[in-house]
Nanobody, 112 residues
């Protein structure tokens, strides 16, 4: 069974930082690209970032480029999202995705 478990969310003030983790199991992690998405109430999922299997290629949406950094540790089957200079509009539930499977999400709340 494929499982993805996000953690690291919380409440921070604008300008602060959080580091999200997504621990996976039951999938060929080292052979698959991984991605991060987020969703606000009443809105569609928004693509944020992706990383190739060997971490030699990354992609960032304009909304987070220069502030967020995606990485992975294939020895731990884990993908990370370092989020810096957070803004109130970053408030959302953050999800990781891989092997066509979603995690349960972790809440990020950024206050003024």
């Amino acid at each position: 069974q494929v499982q993805l478990v996000e953690s690291g969310g919380g409440s921070v003030q604008a300008g602060g930082s959080l580091r999200l983790s997504c621990v996976t199991s039951g999938l060929p992690f080292g052979s698959n690209a991984m991605g991060w998405f987020r969703q606000s109430p009443g809105k569609d999922h928004e693509f944020l970032s992706a990383i190739s299997a060997s971490a030699d290629n990354t992609y960032y949406a304009d909304a987070v480029k220069g502030r967020f950094l995606i990485s992975r540790d294939n020895t731990k089957n884990t993908v990370y999202l370092q989020m810096n200079r957070l803004r109130p509009e970053d408030t959302a539930v953050y999800y990781c995705n891989g092997y066509a499977t979603w995690g349960q999400g972790t809440q990020v709340t950024v206050s003024y």
